[in-house]
């Protein structure tokens, strides 16, 4: 029994919106997703998938899209991205009892792992825009979209801590975080993020959203004040889901 991750799927099986503008690493991305997965993942295993799962903006244009990841091995525990539309962050419970048990839902609650609690959010960071002088040095930002971006952490903050609260209340003392946004952007060193992970205890922070080779260093990655930071962006793994546990 392993637990496994890995995001952006970024599927449109009933949308027409291809990935391919973005890079050949994104060419016939669907089918590398369905080859490594079943070459990785077992049944026994859990996989979780860090959002932006589909490009259909209702339920009804997501239903090829979810099915495909129905389909793949393991237990599927499936976070709230930017893009995916088709969920209401407020009827999380309601997509719950819809795909259950072939598709788990993590927000506002939490799942478990041996004697691991899986916690997660959406998450939120503030992407800029950045202003650069003809050198590239950073110049400034847009600080009224910053002040925006204060308010949904906050926001995103109350439901990581509700979740962390639940499984502590269970009896959970071993926590994985999980996020889609990156839990710092370029600016910052630590966040609110950051300070729940270490508050909690968490053994690891998972997080996805950055693509491409520009973004994949705009947050943390490796070991950070004693807690492993993994980016598990599609496109940065090629679409192999990484191992977190064994």
């Known amino acids: 029994m392993a637990l496994y991750a890995m995001g952006d799927f970024h599927l449109s099986f009933q949308v027409d919106k291809s990935m391919d503008i973005f890079g050949s690493v994104w060419k016939h991305h669907e ?33 090829l899209d979810l099915e495909f990841i ?22 999380t419970a309601r997509l719950n009892e819809q795909f259950n048990p072939d598709l788990y839902f993590l927000q506002d609650n939490f799942y478990t792992y041996e004697d691991y609690a899986l916690v ?7 992407e800029g825009p950045f202003y ?3 050198w590239g040095n950073l110049m400034g930002w847009d600080e009224e979209k910053e002040e925006h971006a204060k308010k949904l952490v906050d926001r995103e903050m109350v439901r990581l801590r509700k979740s962390f609260e ?14 889609h946004y990156p839990p710092t952007n370029i600016l910052e060193k630590e966040s609110p993020f950051t300070a729940i992970a270490l508050e909690y ?21 490796g070991e950070y004040q004693g807690i ?19």
């Not at 070459?39 to 996989?47: A, F, I, N, Q, S």
């Not at 997660?120 to 503030?126: A, I, L, W």
């Not at 996805?208 to 990655?221: E, K, L, P």
Request: with cysteine; glycine share 8%.
């Open 201 to 221: 205890g968490c053994e690891r922070v998972v997080y996805s959203h950055c693509h491409g080779s520009s973004r994949f260093a705009d947050s943390i990655r």
């Open 132 to 134: 650069y002088d003809a």
């Open 166 to 179: 639940m499984a502590r209340e269970a009896g959970y003392r071993k926590f994985i975080m999980f996020l």
């Open 70 to 91: 129905s389909n793949l091995p393991g237990r599927k525990i499936l976070l709230r991205g930017n893009h995916d539309m088709f969920w209401d962050a407020k009827k």
């Open 228 to 246: 492993n930071y993994d980016l598990v962006s599609g496109d940065y793994l090629d679409f192999k889901p990484v191992k977190l546990l064994p």
């Open 120 to 126: 997660g959010t959406k998450g939120y960071t503030f």
């Open 31 to 63: 089918k590398k997703i369905q080859k490594k997965v079943n070459r990785l993942v077992k049944p026994e295993d859990t996989l979780v998938i860090t959002g932006d799962h589909s490009w259909g903006r209702k339920l009804e244009e997501c239903r």
